[in-house]
C-alpha cells in the first residue's frame, strides 16, 4: 500500500498540528500554575491550535517534507514547530526548581498524546471495516510525531527541553556554566544531523514511546512499525 500526497497530508495534518501546539500550551499551563502569567495574558495557554500555529514551522516545513519525500521517495522523519510560548523563569515562585516542570510539560504532553492515538488505532478497530484503515494511519501519524518530537526534546541541550531541565537538575555553579551553551544549542543539533548522530541519539526513546503505545493500540509492536512504514515512505 502506497500512499499518495493528498492522502499523506491527510493522514498527518491533524497529528501534527496538535502534536506540535498542544507541546507548546503544555508549558504555558505549567508556567502559569507555578506563577509566571506571560503566556496567560498573551492567550497562549489554550487548546486552540490557531493562537499557537508558526506558519513556516507548523505549516511550510512539514507539508515540505511530505513533498520531497513524495517526489524524492524514500522514508523520511517529520518535524515542525510552533511559535514558542513566552516563559518568564524569573516570575516563577522557585526559578530554578519550578523550571524543570515546566520544560517537562512538553514532552509529557506529546506522551500522553502519543497514548490517544493509540486509543484512536483501537477505536478504529473495535468500530470495523470502514474506520480500521484511516484510522489506524492517521493513529500511526499521532504516534510517530510525537514519539519525535518528545524524544527531540528530551535531548540535554539548551534551548530544548531536555537543556531547561538538566539546568534544573545541576548545582547552580554547573547549571549557570551549562546555560551559557544555549547561543549553540540549534548549531550543534544541526552538526548531530548532518553527521547522521542525531537518529542514533533519538532511537532509544523513540522505541520506547513506539513499544509503550502499541500496549494501548491493540496492535503488537510489529504492526504499529509497519503502519508507520507506509505512512513514511
Same mark, same amino acid.
Given at each position: 500500500?502506497?500512499?499518495?500526497?493528498?492522502?499523506?497530508?491527510?493522514?498527518?495534518?491533524?497529528?501534527?498540528?496538535?502534536?506540535?501546539?498542544?507541546?507548546?500550551?503544555?508549558?504555558? @499551563?505549567?508556567?502559569?500554575?507555578?506563577?509566571?502569567?506571560?503566556? =496567560?495574558?498573551?492567550?497562549?495557554?489554550?487548546?486552540?491550535?490557531?493562537?499557537?500555529?508558526?506558519?513556516?514551522?507548523?505549516?511550510?516545513?512539514?507539508?515540505?517534507?511530505?513533498?520531497?519525500?513524495k517526489?524524492?521517495?524514500?522514508? %523520511?522523519?517529520?518535524?515542525? =514547530?510552533?511559535?514558542?510560548?513566552?516563559?518568564? %523563569?524569573?516570575?516563577?515562585?522557585?526559578?530554578?526548581?519550578?523550571?524543570?516542570?515546566?520544560?517537562?510539560?512538553?514532552?509529557?504532553?506529546?506522551?500522553?498524546?502519543?497514548?490517544f492515538?493509540?486509543?484512536?488505532?483501537?477505536l478504529?478497530?473495535?468500530?470495523?471495516?470502514? &474506520?480500521?484503515?484511516?484510522?489506524?494511519?492517521?493513529?500511526?501519524?499521532?504516534?510517530f510525531?510525537?514519539a519525535?518530537?518528545?524524544?527531540?526534546?528530551?535531548?540535554?541541550?539548551?534551548?530544548?527541553?531536555?537543556?531547561r531541565?538538566?539546568?534544573s537538575?545541576?548545582?547552580?555553579? &554547573?547549571?549557570?556554566? &551549562?546555560?551559557?551553551?544555549?547561543? &549553540?544549542?540549534? @548549531?550543534?543539533?544541526?552538526?548531530?544531523m %548532518?553527521?547522521? =548522530?542525531?537518529?542514533?541519539?533519538l532511537?532509544?526513546?523513540?522505541?520506547?514511546?513506539?513499544?509503550f503505545?502499541?500496549?494501548?493500540?491493540?496492535?503488537?509492536?510489529?504492526?504499529?512499525?509497519?503502519?508507520?512504514?507506509?505512512?513514511?515512505?
Amino acid at each position: 500500500m502506497e500512499l499518495n500526497l493528498i492522502q499523506k497530508i491527510t493522514v498527518w495534518a491533524i497529528p501534527i498540528i496538535f502534536a506540535i501546539t498542544l507541546h507548546e500550551a503544555a508549558h504555558g @499551563y505549567v508556567a502559569k500554575f507555578f506563577g509566571d502569567k506571560t503566556a =496567560w495574558m498573551l492567550g497562549r495557554v489554550t487548546l486552540n491550535p490557531l493562537k499557537h500555529i508558526d506558519p513556516v514551522g507548523t505549516i511550510l516545513v512539514p507539508l515540505s517534507i511530505l513533498l520531497m519525500s513524495k517526489l524524492l521517495g524514500g522514508g %523520511f522523519i517529520l518535524f515542525g =514547530w510552533a511559535k514558542p510560548v513566552p516563559v518568564n %523563569f524569573g516570575a516563577l515562585r522557585h526559578p530554578k526548581r519550578n523550571m524543570l516542570w515546566v520544560a517537562l510539560a512538553g514532552p509529557a504532553a506529546n506522551l500522553v498524546m502519543a497514548i490517544f492515538w493509540a486509543l484512536v488505532i483501537k477505536l478504529g478497530i473495535t468500530l470495523g471495516d470502514n &474506520y480500521t484503515q484511516p484510522m489506524a494511519l492517521m493513529g500511526a501519524a499521532g504516534i510517530f510525531i510525537n514519539a519525535i518530537l518528545m524524544a527531540l526534546n528530551l535531548l540535554p541541550l539548551p534551548p530544548l527541553d531536555g537543556g531547561r531541565i538538566a539546568i534544573s537538575l545541576l548545582p547552580n555553579k &554547573y547549571a549557570y556554566r &551549562y546555560a551559557q551553551i544555549e547561543p &549553540y544549542g540549534f @548549531y550543534i543539533l544541526l552538526a548531530l544531523m %548532518f553527521i547522521g =548522530w542525531l537518529g542514533m541519539v533519538l532511537s532509544p526513546i523513540l522505541a520506547l514511546t513506539l513499544v509503550f503505545a502499541s500496549s494501548f493500540s491493540g496492535l503488537s509492536h510489529g504492526d504499529l512499525v509497519a503502519l508507520i512504514q507506509i505512512i513514511t515512505r
